[in-house]
């Protein structure tokens, strides 16, 4: 990783350049409600420590959302840049964010990946994570209103 590269926490004046990153991916999809500046804001100030940012020169080149409920740790839109890429810039994150997570008593981190992310499903199962094929994922809109578009 480049001596340049910064990992920190996110904040919410990083939602621009997280925004612009997250636009710069193809097939990324992102929630209108959850994923809006209000949305993203919401996440932060439940989760200050937890979500974070990769710099380069202050740039943002890299994210990760990340959160808990108290029990166990969530990855949501895990993200770097196409130009930083295979240099252990979402490595560094991932262990940050489980750093913050231990720091605040979580001891079990969760991630969803859709099945057409090859890129991601290769990398998270590169870095040791464990592909859970003893369970179904359900989930239930509350809001038909949070629409999920995939970038083109």
Same mark, same amino acid.
């Given at each position: 990783?480049?001596?340049? &590269?910064?990992?920190?926490?996110?904040?919410?004046? !990083?939602? *621009?350049?997280?925004?612009?990153?997250?636009?710069?991916?193809?097939?990324? %999809?992102? $929630?209108?409600? *959850? /994923?809006?500046?209000?949305?993203?804001?919401? @996440?932060?100030? $439940?989760?200050?420590?937890?979500?974070?940012?990769?710099?380069?020169?202050?740039?943002?080149?890299? +994210?990760?959302? #990340? %959160?808990? /409920?108290?029990?166990?740790? #969530?990855?949501?839109?895990? #993200?770097?840049?196409? !130009?930083?890429?295979?240099?252990?810039?979402? =490595?560094?994150? +991932?262990? +940050? #964010?489980? $750093? +913050?997570?231990?720091?605040?008593?979580?001891?079990?981190?969760?991630?969803?990946? @859709? =099945?057409?992310?090859?890129?991601?499903?290769?990398?998270?199962?590169?870095? %040791?994570?464990?592909? $859970?094929?003893?369970?179904?994922?359900? /989930? @239930?809109?509350?809001? /038909?209103?949070? &629409?999920?578009?995939?970038?083109?």
């Amino acid at each position: 990783m480049k001596e340049t &590269i910064e990992i920190r926490p996110m904040t919410e004046d !990083d939602y *621009d350049q997280v925004y612009t990153l997250w636009m710069s991916i193809k097939g990324f %999809g992102m $929630r209108s409600i *959850d /994923d809006s500046r209000e949305g993203v804001a919401r @996440f932060i100030r $439940r989760n200050p420590k937890t979500s974070m940012v990769a710099t380069d020169d202050g740039r943002v080149i890299g +994210a990760i959302l #990340c %959160g808990h /409920d108290g029990r166990r740790g #969530c990855f949501y839109h895990v #993200c770097v840049h196409m !130009d930083y890429r295979k240099q252990g810039i979402g =490595k560094e994150m +991932a262990v +940050a #964010c489980m $750093r +913050a997570l231990q720091a605040e008593q979580i001891n079990k981190v969760s991630l969803i990946a @859709f =099945k057409s992310n090859e890129i991601g499903n290769r990398f998270w199962q590169s870095v %040791g994570w464990t592909f $859970r094929e003893d369970l179904n994922y359900y /989930d @239930f809109t509350l809001n /038909d209103a949070n &629409i999920t578009k995939f970038n083109q």
